[in-house]
T-cell receptor, first 114, second 113 residues
Framework: AQSVTQPDIHITVSEGASLELRCNYS??????LFWYVQSPGQGLQLLLK??????LVQGIKGFEAEFKRSQSSFNLRKPSVHWSDAAEYFC????????????FGGGTRVLVKP | AAGVIQSPRHLIKEKRETATLKCYPI?????VYWYQQGPGQDPQFLIS???????DKGSIPDRFSAQQFSDYHSELNMSSLELGDSALYFC????????????FGEGSRLTVL
């Protein structure tokens, strides 16, 4: 069975500072990995995705993530945070064998200080 | 490009009532997924359909049922509603033979009073 852990429930970061959100997954083979962002009461917006190939993935809004098989991690990073980045971030894992069903992590809420 | 359409976007019901949510997948997508996201929670997988047949089942209560119709739209039926059913319900679709990316709708917010 696949699972995802996001160790940080809340992160507070100053505007302009860098941000890193941690994601660890559990799955025997190479999974599909995703990061979504959700503003309060809104839908899920896909930031980036990893299926195979280059382990450093570029996404929208200046985000990037790196797949590290040895650490079973897919951490999300942004060099300089904007106030509009305040939101809930979800890491998710899927795989073909499970019909591409996604399993989400518990989410990390990001607060941005002015 | 066409996206996943969910209706209604907002729904208010009383306890013990019934609610039906509808999902229209992206054209030519063959798989539909339903997720439930309670307040402050992560989305939880409920059920999925591949080519109109149930393909997987998650933590869906027995009071809930779902189906996919010949035109590939799907409906989630919820009966004997409880306060705890108040949540954001997401539908997603994918093309199984493709990369495995799920495309999510905007969600339907159900409030049970």
């Amino acid at each position: 069975a696949q699972s995802v852990t996001q160790p940080d429930i809340h992160i507070t970061v100053s505007e302009g500072a860098s941000l890193e959100l941690r994601c660890n997954y559990s799955y025997g083979a190479t999974p599909y990995l995703f990061w979504y962002v959700q503003s309060p009461g809104q839908g899920l917006q896909l930031l980036l995705k990893y299926f195979s190939g280059d382990t450093l993935v570029q996404g929208i809004k200046g985000f990037e993530a790196e797949f590290k098989r040895s650490q079973s991690s897919f951490n999300l990073r942004k060099p300089s945070v904007h106030w509009s980045d305040a939101a809930e971030y979800f890491c998710a894992v899927g795989n073909k064998a499970a019909g591409n069903k996604l399993t989400f992590g518990g989410g990390t809420r990001v607060l941005v200080k002015p | 490009a066409a996206g996943v359409i969910q209706s209604p976007r907002h729904l208010i019901k009383e306890k013990r009532e019934t609610a039906t949510l509808k999902c229209y997948p992206i054209p030519r997508h063959d798989t539909v997924y339903w997720y439930q996201q309670g307040p402050g929670q992560d989305p939880q997988f409920l059920i999925s359909f591949y080519e109109k047949m149930q393909s997987d089942k998650g933590s869906i209560p027995d009071r809930f049922s779902a189906q996919q119709f010949s035109d590939y739209h799907s409906e989630l039926n919820m009966s004997s509603l409880e306060l705890g059913d108040s949540a954001l319900y997401f539908c997603a679709s994918s093309l199984t033979a493709s990369t495995g990316e799920l495309f999510f709708g905007e969600g339907s917010r159900l409030t049970v009073l």
